[in-house]
């Protein structure tokens, strides 16, 4: 029995925990107690940064910045979904329609059943290497933490986080608690961004089976061999009818998640490019100073899952791109010569819908694909290359 479900049960409990997920109870006590966690952290980032703020203490400034702008990333991801709920209720909706669509058997179901396995394979995989980057990212910190002496105040205390708390943390205790808020904080910041990446490409590979079941509708197309049977079910105008249909619903569902994550891209490139140059002046900064392995690996780790993320955002915008093409493909390969005249006029009407792609942008303002991916990527090592040769 195949399981009907376009999101797993991963990205299903964190998109509860977050209070996404239709139906849940109390709401609005999951968004306060995020937006109270994200702003007492940022509060206390903001404090270090007006505490500590001297020329010579340049990298843990800039150490500070990039986490700071973590959670700030964290915050408008999370408030611009609450503001777009109502459409991701909407997209759930039309997901669960296509499932109902499907025949026990057939291209419908082995389509959407095949992309909903593949999601879910991946989307589990971006959870799982978000947990594993993190937990790389704070094991030195804890190894660090297991000798350290709180009561002497002369020496900085090695916490995940570059933050001035309002409180002096003379006792194990406190160290401690302090250590287990960030280590929480982290957690919380690290799976967030797998969450949005895994539920973005789960809804793309969702689009792109209702395409793949498009596309071999397409090819079953043929007057001769449709005027061949005498079930009115089977005539050429119900066939064209349901083809129509389906194209009208994937241009709509993927323009409601365009919709839903256009301004969340944008928050996503504009803080990861300043993300990345931060993290590229701290590996070239740390270079020759005595715990430059620990630092440079640290800040590497953070550069590829911030790499990565924008990785998961152009490839979804180029997977749907290049499966929007193939939809006037299948078009145009089809029996159309076998047709008559009136009736390729409609598969003509889909050939013109087909060449204004279907794509997404980050606020409307840059087309998400690789070669969009492949420019930042080149910016961010002239960036370091800039750095290095300072050095």
């Known amino acids: 029995m195949t399981s009907r479900r376009t999101i797993n049960r991963t990205v299903q409990l964190m998109l509860i925990m977050f209070g996404y997920w239709p139906g849940i109870s109390c709401v609005v006590l999951y968004r306060v107690f995020w937006m109270i966690m994200v702003g007492i952290t940022e509060f206390c980032h903001c404090h270090y940064l007006v505490v500590h703020f001297r020329f010579h203490n ?24 609450w503001l777009k709920q109502r459409k991701f209720f909407e997209i759930l909706t039309m997901t669960a329609e296509d499932w109902n669509d499907c025949d026990n058997t057939g291209v419908e179901l082995r389509e959407t059943a095949k992309k909903a396995k593949l999601s879910s394979r991946i989307g589990n995989g971006i959870i799982i290497l978000q947990t594993m980057a993190t937990l790389a990212y704070v094991i030195g910190i804890f190894q660090a933490s297991i000798d350290v002496d709180v009561t002497d105040q002369t020496v900085e205390l090695p916490l995940i986080f570059k933050m001035e708390y309002p409180f002096v943390i003379d006792t194990q205790r406190k160290y401690r608690l302090v250590l287990a808020t960030q280590f929480f904080s982290v957690v919380v910041c690290s799976w967030s961004a797998g969450l949005f990446n895994a539920l973005f490409l789960t809804l793309t590979l969702h689009v792109g089976s209702q395409i ?54 944008l928050v996503q490139f504009v803080s990861n490019t300043v993300m990345i140059c931060s993290l590229g002046f701290l590996v070239v900064t740390a270079i ?15 550069y590829v899952v911030t790499s990565l993320e ?4 152009c490839f979804a915008g180029e997977y749907l791109s290049n499966k929007s093409k193939a939809i006037g493909n299948a078009a145009y390969n089809s029996a159309w010569y076998d047709m008559k005249a009136k009736d390729r006029r409609v598969l003509l009407f889909i050939i013109l819908r087909s060449q204004r792609q279907l794509q997404f942008t980050a606020g409307k303002m840059a087309v998400l694909s690789l070669e969009y991916f492949t420019t930042i990527m080149k910016a961010s090592g002239s960036y370091l290359s800039v750095l290095l040769a300072m050095k």
């Not at 986490?67 to 979904?81: C, H, P, V």
């Not at 924008?310 to 955002?313: I, N, R, Y």
């Open 212 to 265: 793949n079941i498009l596309i071999c509708w397409l090819g079953e197309v043929g007057s001769k061999d449709i005027e061949k049977t005498h079930d009115r079910h089977d005539s050429f105008v119900t066939v064209i009818t349901k083809i129509v249909r389906k194209h009208q619903k994937i241009i709509y569902l993927s323009e409601n998640i365009e919709n839903l994550y256009s301004y969340i891209a």
């Open 288 to 302: 020759g100073s005595p715990d430059a392995s620990e630092q440079i690996t640290r800040s590497l780790l953070f």
């Open 58 to 81: 340049l990298f843990d400034l800039m150490d500070c910045l990039t986490s700071s702008l973590a959670f700030i990333k964290l915050f408008s991801k999370l408030f611009i979904f």
């Open 310 to 313: 924008a990785f998961v955002f």
